[in-house]
């Protein structure tokens, strides 16, 4: 259990990290306003081809595809009814589903609502180191991020040691590759993948293989969040048991802690309202 706890708080980290540059001045992340790699006016028209059990290495995100799009491309592993709702004491809350999809292949998702913001707000809270330690002090030791061209970055993670069946683990250390576009006037795509070739990466690490696709869409006041995420697990950090496979509930409490966002723009929203009122 101590297993997969950590792997999923690791995997959570890979999934909030939806980076898109936005005004320093929002959260003080120092990155500038306005930068995206691509634009497109409408989501894209192409239809995904559905992810398969078995076949889960072949799934391509696409690009510029609509959150509803990517959703029902998972349709064929995954019932909409599986989503759970869950809701912790810190205040997060949403929806969150994982998937085995065979070998050691997993598809973590979660769905919630950042209230009263806007998409650029949320990549905001994202980028602020502030936030990701305020949520995850316990599993992180460092994030930087760089970037390495128009709406492209790289982001450097650093986990603290934690326990594991055979006894505690070393500082792991792994590099992602993020990329962001923009749909429309204000929707955001990010798309995050492990760095494979990267030279820091240390070889005992959440997962060998991740691909993270985050959708953010402006419904009226709101903005809807949606992550789907595809991950080759590593086994000495998530075993396959006899009794049961780690990699399941690894990916549930994943989804789970990415729910933070909704409590981050409720809070935000009551302090404003305060504000005006004193």
Known sequence: MTTS????????????????????????????????????RNYAREVLKKLKHGAADTFDFGRFQSPNAIDKAMSDCRSSNSFKYHTAKDGREGYYCSTRLGGDWVLAESKQVAKDCVPAEVLAAYLDGTNQKKWNEDKVLDIKIAKTGSGLYR?????????????KTTIMRYTQKIRVDKIGNSNYNAFVE??????????????????????????????????????????????????FDASGIAGAMAGKGTLWLSKHFQDRSANIRKNRID
């Open 194 to 243: 492990l760095d494979t070739k990267s030279k820091s990466n240390t070889k005992l690490r959440p997962f060998h293989i991740l691909k993270v696709n985050v959708g953010l869409e402006q419904v009226g006041n709101n903005v809807h969040i949606y992550a789907a995420g595809i991950m080759k697990v590593n086994r000495k950090i998530v075993p396959n048991l006899y009794i």
């Open 155 to 167: 982001q450097d993670m650093v986990l603290k040691p934690q326990r594991v069946l055979t006894g």
């Open 5 to 40: 706890c950590f792997w999923a708080a690791a995997l959570l980290l890979s999934f909030l990290i939806l980076i898109a540059e936005v005004s320093a001045s929002v959260f003080g992340s120092g990155i500038n306003a306005g930068t995206f790699n691509q634009h497109r």
